[in-house]
């Protein structure tokens, strides 16, 4: 059973950083994982994008975000990472992880989603 498990939410000051993990369980049963990525959703909003790595190692990021998160993985490891700095109010959401994996099962591109992690930045 393939899961991907979120870490490193919490309650951070403005101005403050945090580092998301999401790590890909499973790993006898995954072949391969491709694009991975980022959302975030805020009470009463739409879940929306917030970053995108690919297993080249590409990256994309919201217009809001950008200056101020850097996403990266660890392919070893099937990990991916938020690295979230000069954090803001508005930033405050649950963050959900999504990855784009292949099992030996079916060899079949499937999206999985975490079960996401709450950030939230006040003072």
């Known amino acids: 059973q393939v899961q991907l498990v979120e870490s490193g939410g919490g309650l951070v000051q403005p101005g403050g950083s945090l580092r998301l993990s999401c790590t890909a369980s499973?790993?006898?049963?995954?072949?391969?994982?491709?694009?991975m990525a980022w959302y975030r959703q805020a009470p009463g909003k739409e879940r929306d994008l917030v970053a995108t790595?690919?297993?080249?190692?590409?990256?994309s990021y919201a217009d809001s975000v950008k200056g101020r998160f850097t996403i990266s993985r660890d392919n070893a490891k099937k990990t991916m990472y938020l690295q979230m700095n000069s954090l803001k109010p508005e930033d405050t959401a649950v963050y959900y992880c999504k990855a784009y994996i292949t099992k030996y099962s079916d060899y079949t591109s499937k999206a999985y989603w975490g079960q996401g992690t709450q950030v939230t930045v006040s003072s």
């Open positions: 499973g790993s006898g049963s995954i072949f391969s994982i491709g694009t």
């Open positions: 790595v690919t297993g080249g190692g590409d990256t």
